[in-house]
């Protein structure tokens, strides 16, 4: 059986469009941001050096979060590191939305 859970996250709602917040869940650090609308999770620790990337900067139409110390760039879809330094994925989560709930699946 999966231990995966999915967390009711509806608090975040409010989150505006271009802003990204932090969301801390056991012994998880992550991320929320609101891409245009959509909300997308990952960690938000870099994973070049211990960052946090909610200090960094939101692209919205490229969909990534750039890192505010060496400025590697990261697809918050995938998690992708896409320039160095930094070489390693953010680990991403879904999010799904129901009506005026929010999920993060953990
Ligand atoms: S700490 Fe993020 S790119 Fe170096």
Redesign the pocket.
Known sequence: MSSENWIDISNFLGLKKGEMTDFDYQDKKIMIANINGDFFASDRV?T??Y?DLTGGFLNESEKTVT?P????SFDMKSGNALNL??EDPLQVYKIKREKNKLFILI
Do not use: Q, T, Y
């Open positions: 870099c070049h050096a960052v890192c110390l060496h400025l590697s330094p930094a």
